[in-house]
């Protein structure tokens, strides 16, 4: 089985994204809004003109599935406003798993706010695990959207968390939302930023002392992670830190959102098999076709099967093993959907 261990509902329908905007607009503290009227008719055309035409053009059997990244926007509103609409967010995405359950598996999004303690996210966290059979969370080391207000990702600040994720064995993708700040474009920097930083974070701590069973996934390749290797192993020596591959690749992970095919095979060739997952974003960041291939652009699976030094028990572990090892809760999660 071939799972994307990225992908975002990119095709809400229309009335979902409205919500949000007349939440926002109503300002912090209005009062609460009914939800929107969705069905599941639209649901359904939403995705299989989208996401399911793609996974099968591309031979992809299942998407771990979360809201739209950028639509987070955690900065946007007040604990109580993100808390409402990443109760929607989620159930909607629960939604599309009910309705296509051998194509998609939940991953969902937390009521952040900037400056707000993450316990507040302990309660939803656990509604989509125990409730909706998710497999693990989108993270925001940035809920400020490019201001960078909150303690790094390896202060105690962000410990409750921690502790939930670990005891119901679920893993988190580490991914900023939408940018307000001028200087970072969303997807082009403020994303690649985020994985960069969070990397950096980790490196300087002693986070996975306290955690030993603790994961994440830094997505969209690692950033600038794996292409400066040697500067980040140098720094860690210059700290008298241990060697990476012993402080951090027993808990951080990599995925495939490296949308050309001489990026990808330094991916492969610098971080361990056993540390990449593969995914494609998709619909994503970058949709169009790549005009020097011929090829559309996130169409990673190509990307792989051209790593010509890789093994087949290398891309087996790619193409499902490691996500299936990562996400603690998913293969059996995937064997409740295929028996609906």
């Given at each position: 089985?071939?799972?994307?261990?990225?992908?975002?509902?990119?095709?809400?329908?229309?009335?979902?994204?409205?919500?949000?905007?007349?939440?926002?607009?109503?300002?912090?503290?209005?009062?609460?809004?009914?939800?929107?009227?969705?069905?599941?008719?639209?649901?359904?055309?939403?995705?299989?003109?989208?996401?399911?035409?793609?996974?099968?053009?591309?031979?992809?059997?299942?998407?771990?599935?979360?809201?739209?990244?950028?639509?987070m926007?955690?900065?946007?509103?007040?604990?109580?406003?993100?808390?409402a609409?990443?109760?929607?967010?989620n159930?909607?995405?629960?939604?599309?798993?009910?309705?296509?359950?051998?194509?998609?598996?939940?991953?969902?999004?937390?009521p952040?706010a900037?400056?707000?303690?993450?316990?507040?996210?302990i309660?939803e966290?656990?509604?989509?695990?125990?409730?909706?059979?998710?497999?693990?969370?989108?993270?925001?080391?940035?809920?400020?959207?490019?201001?960078?207000?909150?303690?790094?990702?390896t202060?105690?600040?962000?410990?409750?968390?921690?502790?939930?994720?670990?005891?119901?064995?679920?893993?988190?993708?580490?991914?900023?939302?939408?940018?307000?700040n001028p200087?970072?474009?969303t997807?082009?920097?403020?994303?690649l930023?985020?994985?960069?930083?969070?990397?950096?974070?980790?490196?300087?701590?002693?986070?996975?002392r306290d955690?030993?069973?603790?994961?994440?996934?830094?997505?969209?390749?690692?950033?600038?992670?794996?292409?400066?290797?040697?500067?980040?192993?140098?720094?860690?020596?210059?700290?008298?830190?241990?060697?990476?591959?012993?402080?951090?690749?027993?808990?951080?992970?990599?995925?495939?959102?490296?949308?050309?095919?001489?990026?990808?095979?330094?991916?492969?060739?610098?971080?361990?098999?056993?540390?990449?997952?593969?995914?494609s974003?998709t619909?994503?960041?970058?949709?169009?076709?790549d005009?020097e291939?011929?090829h559309?652009?996130?169409?990673?699976?190509?990307?792989?099967?051209?790593?010509?030094?890789?093994?087949?028990?290398?891309?087996?572990?790619?193409?499902?093993?490691?996500?299936?090892?990562?996400?603690?809760?998913l293969?059996?999660?995937?064997?409740?959907?295929?028996?609906?």
């Open positions: 089985m071939i799972i994307d261990c990225h992908g975002h509902y990119t095709t809400s329908p229309p009335a979902h994204e409205e919500w949000r905007r007349r939440q926002v607009a109503a300002g912090r503290g209005a009062a609460p809004m009914p939800p929107p009227q969705i069905s599941d008719d639209e649901i359904r055309a939403s995705v299989i003109t989208g996401q399911l035409r793609v996974q099968g053009a591309r031979g992809v059997d299942m998407t771990i599935f979360s809201p739209r990244a950028a639509g926007a955690h900065h946007e509103s007040d604990a109580a406003g993100n808390a609409w990443a109760d929607l967010s159930t909607l995405i629960h939604r599309v798993v009910r309705l296509f359950p051998r194509n998609f598996v939940g991953v969902c999004q937390l952040q900037p400056g707000v303690s993450l316990a507040n996210c309660a966290l656990e509604r989509c695990v125990t409730e909706y059979g998710f497999v693990g969370c989108n993270l925001n080391p940035d809920p400020s959207g490019g201001y960078w207000t909150d303690p790094p990702l202060d105690r600040w962000w410990y409750p968390l921690y502790e939930k994720m670990v005891e119901l064995d679920v893993p988190a993708m580490i991914h900023v939302s939408s940018s307000c200087n970072f474009h997807t082009g920097a403020h994303y930023n985020g994985d960069t930083s969070a990397f950096m974070q980790f490196l300087t701590s002693d986070l996975f955690f030993p069973t603790l994961k994440f996934i830094i997505p969209h390749g690692g950033g600038a992670v794996p292409y400066h290797w040697g500067r980040f192993r140098g720094l860690a020596q210059d700290m008298g830190r241990p060697p990476l591959t012993e402080l951090l690749l027993g808990n951080v992970f990599f995925d495939t959102c490296v949308y050309h095919q001489p990026g990808t095979e330094l991916l492969a060739r610098v971080i361990p098999t056993r540390n990449i997952l593969f995914a974003e619909l994503g960041a970058v949709r169009g076709v005009p291939t011929g559309e652009y996130d169409d990673t699976r190509r990307y792989i099967e051209g790593v010509a030094w890789l093994t087949p028990a290398d891309r087996a572990a790619i193409f499902g093993g490691n996500a299936r090892r990562v996400y603690g809760r293969s059996a999660q995937l064997e409740r959907q295929l028996s609906w």
